[in-house]
């Protein structure tokens, strides 16, 4: 299999030539953010993996929490990564088998807890696991198990077929996250960036845009009486407001790295540069976590503010940046429902 | 050898190289009659259901039960095609959950299997099954349900607390109440609602006197909305005065945004690439009826319907005219012959799911974990889509619209205003 890899990345590496040597920009975006924020996702993962190993081998409260902290890391590298939609992450499923997200149907928890009841050892082998259904594979329901009372009853019969599933995922982050990085290390790989700035852009624009209508209008509803605190991402670790501070540090490196060489208009620049320093401040700004801010009379004006800092940054973006540049950002895959 | 083919397919359809191209208005005359057209078949069809629904209800039987579940699946075929009108139209996407909003968390309406559940931590109302409770108390409210009418399902129930998955009228309750739940999983088979469900003398399921007139508000709440639509669009109507009174690059720019989102974030990602990821039938579209393939085609079919002018209608009459195709075409004939090609070729995809439900391979069960020649073909399709979206944003470039069609959603002036 290994050997095959070699082989194709050597057959890559005669077919593309000096057709796929990248421009400055896409190449600093390269090995300046895309290779250090996969790096970081496979070293978290791994040492997540590790952790899960230990607490599912010698169960235990401070073994558990061990796992529980080692989590944040790892989910947190991800969301500096979340914005990344091209390449390797693209085949096989990878970006929805690293996070299903929103689940607005609940299938996490419908599959969880028909994974763990068949107990079928089979269904966790790593090649049919990651062949199987995505809702069970990544963070959200590595989440979900590590915060379920079920997981601190070490002596319960139940305990061990859980275990086994945590283990399975924890297994599945790593190797996804491994593959990443090591994809993305050979000398082409900057060719899945389009070479004009479009992937660049699209990231921006794409990652904007699920702040503003995944991340922060679906706990906020329409209204106080509407708010679903419970509908923020990673409601259960409390790292709702941690993955937008991520997100937003990862989309202002893309800008500096793979846009604003290509910008041509330096108060445009700046305006942009003054957006994100906005964003990042009412971000700061938040008072409370976000699943309590949003159902919070005073919090919840924070979170406002914060949205309308974004979908400003994210209207710069669409309306001046893309035409500056000359270019297009086509359609959004999250547009529809 | 296969561009040469397609090409030469295009110009016979088009000698547009001789022929001047209509003007933008010309094309969004006819643009708003397909409408009219597509939106009056479906209208026409709902109302074919709604005797079909009081039939069954005056009679129940196996024979009138079939006779409604075969009105719906025709009426359903028109509507399809007309969900290329709805993303660009304001009038059109703000309306369409009443009439097609999905999925559904279907404990709301009805009784549902044990292995349903009892609970969601998203829904409160996830098994308040109205149809058996005349008084629901829910998250601190007490909703009076004992008088269930088109203003209970309308007005109280849909989209209860807010929560999408609370589907109450539109084409998928009623799917429900004519089918039940299809609790064979990926295997073969479609829900199987007996129709003593609606038999008051020897009901089953219990209640059959509330499930009747369940399935008779939601049919008749159906027929009034696809009404109202269908006005709009008519002479004089806001839908058409919308797309043929303002700026023309704006109108036309509103055809190529319902083509592409429907094409891209909607068909090929949350209908069906969410449910292939998951391996689960509770993410198909028509999952009660099987119907799936049908409505994916359908919807195929209304993206190409917009892009070349045409739309054949249930009776058979062929409309054909002023097109955004002949507009590309006199741009760019490449850039219109390859989206025509990526068009068809969607529709072949299509059609070899159409052709696979009808071989007794349905859907839910191509979709189903391990079944590696069933996924491909789910897969094909959405590849199919996926490149049509890429052929769309280049006939957008070809008119110079990309402004206004990718840009135009985001407002600098009222950031609030955005996403809502």
């Not at chain 1, 290994?2 to 975006?29: E, S, V, Y």
């Not at chain 1, 019969?157 to 190797?175: K, Q």
């Amino acid at each position: 299999m290994r050997r095959l890899a070699r082989l194709i990345h050597l057959a890559a590496l005669l077919c593309a030539g000096p057709l796929f040597a990248a421009d400055a920009p896409n190449q600093a975006l390269t090995v300046d953010h895309i290779q250090p924020a996969y790096a970081r996702l496979a070293a978290a993962s791994a040492a997540l993996r590790a952790r899960v190993d230990a607490f599912c081998a010698a169960p235990g409260g401070d073994a558990l929490n061990a796992v529980q902290h080692t989590h944040a890391p790892a989910f947190l590298a991800w969301q500096g990564v979340q914005h990344i939609r091209v390449g390797p992450v693209q085949l096989f499923m990878r970006e929805f088998r690293f996070q299903l997200w929103p689940d607005k149907r609940g299938s996490v928890g419908r599959h969880l807890q028909r994974l763990i009841a068949e107990a079928d050892p089979a269904a966790l082998a790593p090649q049919r696991f990651a062949t199987g259904s995505v809702a069970v594979q990544g963070f959200s329901a590595f989440e979900q198990l590590i915060h379920d009372p079920a997981m601190a009853r070490f002596d319960d019969p139940g305990f061990a077929p859980r275990c086994r599933v945590l283990r399975a995922i924890a297994a599945n982050l790593d190797s996804m996250a491994a593959e990443l990085d090591r994809a993305w290390r050979i000398p082409e790989a900057s060719a899945a960036l389009a070479g004009d700035g479009t992937a660049a852009l699209v990231a921006v624009h794409t990652q904007l845009e699920r702040i503003l209508t995944q991340k922060l209008d679906l706990p906020l509803g329409s209204d106080l009486a509407h708010a679903r605190g419970r509908r923020a991402e990673a409601w259960r670790s409390g790292l709702s407001r941690a993955a937008i501070g991520e997100n937003l540090a990862a989309v202002a490196t893309v800008y500096r790295l793979g846009l604003r060489p290509r910008l041509g208009d330096a108060a445009l620049g700046r305006e942009i540069e003054a957006a994100f320093a906005a964003a990042h401040t009412a971000l700061d700004a938040l008072a409370m976590p976000l699943p309590a801010a949003v159902a919070d009379p005073a919090a919840r004006a924070q979170v406002e503010a914060l949205r309308a800092a974004v979908s400003q940054l994210k209207a710069l973006v669409s309306q001046r940046l893309a035409p500056a540049l000359g270019l297009s950002l086509g359609f959004n895959s999250l547009d529809g429902d | 050898m296969k561009h040469t083919i397609l090409i030469a397919a295009a110009s016979l359809l088009l000698p547009v190289s001789a022929v001047a191209a209509p003007t933008p208005a010309a094309v969004m005359q006819h643009y708003a009659d397909i409408a009219h057209a597509t939106y009056s078949d479906a209208l026409s069809t709902a109302k074919t259901l709604q005797s079909a629904v009081d039939q069954l209800i005056a009679t129940p039987s196996e024979a009138t039960l079939a006779t409604a579940r075969t009105a719906w699946v025709v009426a359903r075929s028109p509507y399809q095609q007309t969900e290329a009108f709805r993303f660009g139209n304001a009038i059109v996407d703000d309306w369409e959950g009443k009439v097609n909003a999905w999925p559904l968390d279907e404990g709301l309406i009805d009784y549902v299997d044990p292995g349903y559940g009892s609970e969601s931590d998203q829904n409160p109302y996830y098994a308040a099954n109205v149809i058996a409770n005349p008084t629901l108390t829910l998250s601190g409210r007490r909703i009076d349900a004992s008088r269930i009418d088109k203003a209970l399902l309308g007005s109280t129930l849909h989209e209860v607390d807010e929560i999408e998955s609370n589907v109450a009228t539109g084409y998928h309750a009623i799917e429900f109440l004519l089918w039940g739940q299809d609790l064979n999983g990926t295997g073969p088979g479609a829900g199987a609602r007996p129709a003593s469900d609606y038999d008051r003398a020897h009901c089953t399921g219990g209640n059959c006197d509330r499930r009747a007139a369940y399935l008779k508000a939601a049919t008749d709440l159906l027929v009034d909305e696809l009404g109202w639509m269908v006005a709009q669009w008519a002479p004089g109507g806001e839908a058409r005065a919308a797309v043929t009174g303002g700026a023309p690059d704006a109108a036309l720019a509103t055809i190529f945004t319902g083509m592409g989102s429907l094409s891209y974030g909607e068909l090929a990602g949350e209908r069906m690439k969410l449910g292939l990821m998951l391996h689960d039938p509770e993410e198909e579209h028509d999952c009660f009826s099987d119907n799936t393939a049908r409505s994916h085609f359908d919807d195929a079919l209304g993206i190409r319907n917009v892009y070349t002018g045409t739309y054949t209608r249930i009776d058979g009459t062929r409309l054909s005219g002023p097109s955004l195709a002949e507009l590309v075409a006199a741009q760019d004939p490449a850039t219109d012959a390859a989206l025509r090609g990526s068009l068809d070729q969607t529709l072949a995809r299509m059609q070899a799911l159409v052709d696979s439900t009808r071989n007794g391979e349905a859907y839910d069960q191509l979709i189903g974990e391990g079944n590696a020649a069933g996924n491909a073909k789910v897969q094909a399709a959405i590849d199919a889509l996926l490149a049509q979206t890429r052929a769309i944003e280049s006939a957008v470039g070809a008119l110079g619209l990309e402004r206004i069609a990718f840009e135009g959603s985001d407002s600098l002036d009222n950031p609030r205003a955005v996403g809502q």
